[in-house]
């Protein structure tokens, strides 16, 4: 979910270059997900927008920095729609989404009714844009009607407009409050310090354009992303973090910092260290390269990378297959497989020699000193 940093870079980008602008030309295209799920298509979306002229743009759009590969290509991968208005220069935008968790619905209203409008009219007070509701008497009010772990309750938009997990972890961090405790278990002095925490890193944030590189050192953003590595994740003064899963989300916090101080709600579960970190930026995954056996003369067998393929695409599904793993094995230059089990591999070892006349090729080390 884009959290409200995200949110403020697109509109002040998007505020910046199509503001007064007419759209010349519209595209999009009918993904049942994008624009289905909100009730209309990208035939539709296309009719609607054609012609129209932006006066301001609403709060309500997602920014995604792009990579230089991503930069040179457009439209970019993913898109969804993408727009060209009229005039010199013209500005293109396009909106994308690989994961098609987004959605994009017309709404029929003036620009200044937006949020009094649906959706937009079911979120709670925005911590930036709506400092008049959004204060301390509202923080308890809300916390003391509800009867769930912390961070569940501020990650709920009806209570809150823009925060995102990293938002939530990082303002129950400020605060030194425990994510899993009760929302009804905290004291006034509490409260305030959550209402304080969450104001001031939605508006730091905000301020900084979500330009994380420009975050402010003491924040856990800067320390949290080591989860699932080798180098586990710690604050500066060697504390280790701790994860554990509330309200369906990951979490991190300091247990030295964030200490409990009521009741919390059970079943909690955290998760080990050497776990994956759902929060990490996706990675590629790559092939599995062999390892070349040496020959007697020291030569290493050519390498197959193709034939190793199929089996790389497949490697994600196969973690939970309970049948042994076939392994690639060369035979006067194609590629065949067979099941590595320690069956066949007795089965090769006692052959010997009868093996190298049939295949042809030469015993590897390994096999030689196993004679």
């Not at 004291?187 to 354009?209: F, G, N």
């Amino acid at each position: 979910m884009p959290e409200i940093a995200e949110v403020a870079r697109c509109v002040h980008f998007l505020r910046q270059h199509l503001v007064g602008k007419k759209i010349s030309k519209i595209q999009a295209v009918d993904d049942n997900n994008v624009f289905g799920k909100a009730g209309t298509t990208g035939s539709a979306f296309e009719k609607a927008l054609e012609g129209r002229t932006n006066d301001r743009t609403a709060y309500t759009n997602y920014y995604k920095k792009m990579n230089p590969e991503e930069q040179e290509q457009w439209p970019p991968k993913y898109w969804k729609f993408q727009l060209e208005t009229e005039g010199s220069p013209a500005v293109r935008i396009a909106f994308t989404d690989p994961r098609r968790f987004g959605r994009v619905r017309l709404v029929d209203c003036p620009g200044d009714q937006i949020r009094k409008t649906s959706p937009l009219v079911e979120n709670g007070p925005d911590p930036i844009v709506d400092k008049d509701m959004f204060t301390e008497q509202y923080m308890k009010d809300k916390m003391r009607k509800k009867h769930v772990p912390l961070k569940a309750f501020i990650l709920d938009q009806a209570i809150i407009s823009g925060i995102g997990n990293w938002v939530a972890d990082e303002s129950l961090y400020q605060a030194r409050l425990h994510p899993e405790q009760y929302c009804d278990d905290f004291t006034d002095e509490e409260i305030k310090r959550l209402h304080d925490s969450i104001t001031d890193v939605c508006q730091t944030a905000c301020d900084l354009l979500a330009d994380s590189d420009q975050f402010p050192d003491h924040w856990l953003f800067n320390h949290r992303w080591g989860k699932g590595k080798k180098i586990s994740s710690a604050l500066p003064n060697g504390e280790k973090l701790a994860f554990i899963t509330v309200g369906g989300r990951t979490s991190c916090y300091a247990p030295s910092l964030q200490k409990k101080t009521g009741l919390v709600a059970p079943g909690i579960k955290e998760e080990p260290l050497e776990n994956g970190d759902s929060e990490e930026k996706p990675k590629k995954s790559r092939a599995r390269k062999p390892k070349a056996q040496e020959s007697d003369d020291g030569e290493a067998p050519a390498k197959k990378t193709e034939a190793r393929k199929p089996q790389a695409e497949a490697a994600d599904d196969d973690d939970d297959d309970p049948r042994p793993r076939k392994k690639s094995k060369v035979k006067n230059g194609d590629v065949k497989t067979e099941p590595s089990t320690s069956k066949s591999k007795t089965k090769d070892k006692s052959n010997g020699s009868a093996a190298e006349s049939d295949t042809g090729r030469r015993r590897s080390a390994r096999l030689s000193r196993g004679a």
